[in-house]
Nanobody, 127 residues
């Protein structure tokens, strides 16, 4: 059973930074996509960034390019999202999610088809 546990959310002023962490366990395949989604109040969930083990590549939605960086530490089974230059519109619950076939990243569709989800961590950016 895959389990994903997020941490690192909190309250930060606009222009500040946060680093989210996702501790992953239970993976039985070397092919997977793992990354971050977010959902703001009244809006649909969107895929923010993800990384594909099969492709060795990453994806970012346009609104976070140049500000957010996804990375992983395989020794710690942890994926991170470094968020810099935060804006109030970044306020959302951020979820770690994983797709275990390795086909969950498409440069047209973004991050999709996720099989497992964490419970989320709240990021609030004040103006």
């Amino acid at each position: 059973e895959v389990q994903l546990v997020e941490s690192g959310g909190g309250l930060v002023q606009a222009g500040g930074s946060l680093r989210l962490s996702c501790a992953a366990s239970g993976f039985t395949s070397d092919d997977y996509v793992i990354g971050w989604f977010r959902q703001a109040p009244g809006k649909e969930r969107e895929g923010v960034s993800c990384i594909s083990s099969m492709l060795g590549s990453t994806y970012y939605i346009d609104s976070v390019k140049g500000r957010f960086t996804i990375s992983s530490d395989n020794a710690k089974n942890t994926v991170y999202l470094q968020m810099n230059s935060l804006k109030p519109e970044d306020t959302a619950v951020y979820y770690c999610a994983a797709e275990v076939s390795g086909f969950g990243l498409d440069y047209g569709l973004g991050c999709y088809g996720m099989d497992y989800w964490g419970k989320g961590t709240l990021v609030t950016v004040s103006s």
